[in-house]
């Protein structure tokens, strides 16, 4: 985070504010040996019934040999640390023909967009001035592929989400003095990757935009459990101290919650002396004071009780359905959840136009409940539906697993970057009328604008007369940039100012449940052994020494000595 002993040190190491107080850092502790986690009825079945076949107590006394016993197989390569680690590998590659790496750096990709389209590949104007609305889209727990983050990450981006989209269908955006560019950061669970990762490039210039290009910084944190449906608005007391950065916070304030007006949220100013929350917008104010904001649904400690955990699943953050629906129905069902945070995201599309310039009424501003239940049910309860088939391209199928999660992972992009990706560029782009062809090629299509849009050919939902898809061509301005801690690029494995996470390579992950037999019958099998192989190695002495004898061929009778 921003709070060091050089910038706001009062705030540092969670010295006013224990965001988290429920939380262990079990996470983050070293265990010695493998934990593993089941979820199939059938396999825990199987142990439990071990178990009490062999090792429950019968009428009072203790259980009897042989007892049932578990060894669990989770060989990890890497050793010691990171910095270890990438020294093996990069060693392993520097001078063997055929490496054995030992670890990866946590790698994806941010997911970005702009209101207006910007050439990628060039840069923005020093004079055009763009507010950034940012927020996370992966999680964690303490098992590596068990990472729902339901209210910890979900909520926020399908906020973010719809508030794009609704920007996006206002009338007169063209016209906005302001860009505004939507992002979404990998890897912000491990000190946030992706959001060191942009800033770092801004600063080198290796991204469109530079860091004196952002004209005020809105982040979405959590946002789903809101008391008396209340949203808080945290800001940096240290970079107020500006007068100038002051004045633009206090602007932005004010725009929110004038946006709120006519909505069911109510917006409230956390204390002025209180520090920012966990959050990314920590990343940028590192290395520039910008105005900024972050909106959560707590003042002070969490509201949710599950943070990075396992639990924190849709549950957690009140979706629910009616029985009987089929999965189709409840693709469709608004949940009082995706109401709620439709709220949220039309006061946030209200305040963005507001920021950006814009004069006229926001009434007409409004962000799409059902567009945020079929997100809802999307990332949390199955991504294989049929609206994700409809967006994505005919190659990318295999992504649609049906149990969402969201960890960061080292093989990339991961499912959760490729959906936010199609999600946001079916949300805000354009179907355009180009063929296969010219939607595949658009650097060969005429007036295509390669370096400003983004070209999708995507499946398209089914043909109501037949079992074949109708697929289109989509146009947005929808980017990826990559999300690896410059750490690694910088070959600064030890690194204090980057995120230096990595995780190990390991062989198949494995368990058996065998019997054990009690000590005397193991120390009896044992003695046993031993006075066998004392026995052995006697005859086998005896029966070598008296070989010639054991073993010389019998004297042929019809044999005669002269």
Known sequence: GVYSKDYGPQFAHCNTTVWNPVGSGLSYEDFDFPIFLLEDANETQVIKQCYQDHNVPREGSVPEYPLCAMQLFSHMHAV???????????????????????CDPLLDYNVWSTLHPINSSGKVEPEKEVIIVATRIDSHSFFWNIAPGAESAVTSFVTHLAAAEALHKASDVHLLQ????????????????????MVYDMEKDKFPLRLDNIYSFVELNQVALRNNSVLWMHTDPVSRMNHSVEAQVRNLLDILSNSSSGANVTLKEAEYSQPLPPSSFQRFLRARHIPGVVLTDHETAFQNRYY????????NVRVQYPEGLSPEEMLEYVTDTAKSLAEVATVVARALYRLAGGANDTSAIQADPKTVSRMLYGFLIKMNNSWFQSIIKPDLKGILGDVPQHYVAVSSPVNTTYLVQYVLANLTGTVVNLTKEECLNPEKTPNSERELYDYAWVQGSLDPNSTSRVPYCVRS??????ALSPAFELRQWGSTEYSTWTESRWKEI???????????????????????????????YFINAKADILFSLPRDPGAVAY
């Open 308 to 315: 990075q955990s396992m639990y924190d699943t849709p549950e």
């Open 510 to 540: 494995r368990a058996r449940i065998f019997l054990v037999a009690s000590k005397e019958l193991e120390i009896i099998t044992l003695v046993v052994g031993i006075v066998i192989l004392v026995f052995s190695l006697l005859a086998t």
């Open 178 to 197: 302001r860009n505004i560019m939507f992002t979404f950061f990998q890897g912000e669970t491990f000190d946030y990757i992706g959001s060191s990762r």
């Open 80 to 102: 010691t640390s990171t910095v270890t680690c990438m020294r093996r590998s990069s060693l392993q590659s520097t001078f063997s023909i055929n490496p054995e790496v030992v």
């Open 477 to 482: 301005t929808v980017h990826l940039s990559k």
